[in-house]
């Protein structure tokens, strides 16, 4: 009687968890190799993840809306469609375990332990609410020998119901809690889970990086005229509309080659210098939520590849496309506040990358110009670039170079290249 168990995936770099969303499947139902059984969420992307193998499902360890550990077994498979589910809850059975590698292995399954008795009617409310036998373990008894009883067990539900926002550790800050006046006329709605997952990254970032930011006002003059006179036909030919953003993209790639020290990740106190250059751009996605899709090998790409990569991930992105692959491997971010007619902002670095840059809106101003014949006053198209990176691996020298780097790429912009 061999049993498959499918283990929680890895869906990305530095992605150590995910929810649950949805079971495509129900305990009992016969299942076929390749079929979608549940559908995983991180704060980057949503996947349907297919069965590796056919059989009966005999047991889902988790339910919807559940934030499960890379690693953790979500499902059972009877690979012969004949064991129940009370032996497959049998401690110590040993079981085959489909790792992140598609290999077959054999682990030890245990069945969560407590050393305190508790009453059937208790372990029924407790199943119904899903309290964890964890949890339940911290609830005082009162009962005969410090037993928890029935009212032991509401009473904890409704203090629970009680607490009107929390703030816990791995949420939104430092194990506190905090309890915020509502009036009548507020309207109070949970965090989605995008949002939850995105508040968790960045609060992470903040804690994990020590923040700098450097700003740099750049000319890009000769670049918004050459697209402005060019970008009719780049549609015309390659069937692309030539936004700002792939220029961007290109300067950036090309510094990064300039300066490999920024194209890094950091693991503990390892600094790894990355190979190639993927770059991811931030999408305001229509709820206001945010995704990085990462645009591969960015530097070996010209403008109609990279103009062709970013429009079709972007796409995918508020259309809920994109793939585990489309927002992983990213070693530098860029987020264009120009966007939304921002001069300039300070973003929060992209773990565990050690950089990222925002674009400005691009504005006219009256600006000293400097010739042979002398310095005169002229309209200019302006905007600021602004860099925040990790300290503990950038210094200002350093960033201020590549920002400069940057710049100069824009300032110089070729007006007589073709595409």
Known sequence: MANFNIIMPKLGESVEEATITKWFVNVGDTIEEDQPIVELATDK????????????VIKLNYKENDLVAVGEIIAVISLDGEVSENEVDHNNEEEQTLNTEGKKEAVKTKKEKTLRFYSPLVKTIVKKEGISIKELDEIEGTGANARVSKNDVLKYLENRKEEVITISEGSIAN????????????????????????????????????????????????????RKKIKD??????????????????????????????????????????????????????????????????DQKNLVGLATDINTLALNARENKLSPDDVTGGTFSITNFGTFNNLMGTPVINQPQVAIIATGAIVKKSSVVETDEGDFLAIRHKMYLSLSYDHRIVDGALGGAFLQQVALYLENFDTNRTV
Do not use: C
């Not at 509502?182 to 960045?202: F, G, Y």
């Not at 950091?266 to 990085?292: H, K, M, Q, Y």
């Open 45 to 56: 992307v949503d996947s349907e993840i297919p069965s590796p193998v056919e059989g009966k």
């Open 175 to 226: 194990n506190r809690k905090q309890n915020i006046a509502v009036s009548t006329s507020d309207r109070v709605v949970p965090m989605s889970r995008m949002r939850k997952l995105i508040a968790d990254h960045m609060l992470m970032s903040v804690k994990t990086s020590a923040h700098v930011t450097s700003v740099i006002e750049v000319d890009v003059t000769e670049m918004v005229l050459w």
């Open 233 to 298: 036909e780049f549609l015309r030919k390659f069937g692309q509309k030539l936004t700002y953003m792939p220029i961007f993209t290109e300067a950036v790639a090309k510094a990064l080659r300039d300066f490999p020290q920024v194209n890094a990740s950091t693991d503990g106190e390892n600094i790894i210098f990355r190979s190639e250059v993927n770059v991811g751009i931030a999408v305001a996605l229509p709820d206001w939520n945010l995704i990085v899709p990462v645009v591969k090998n960015a």
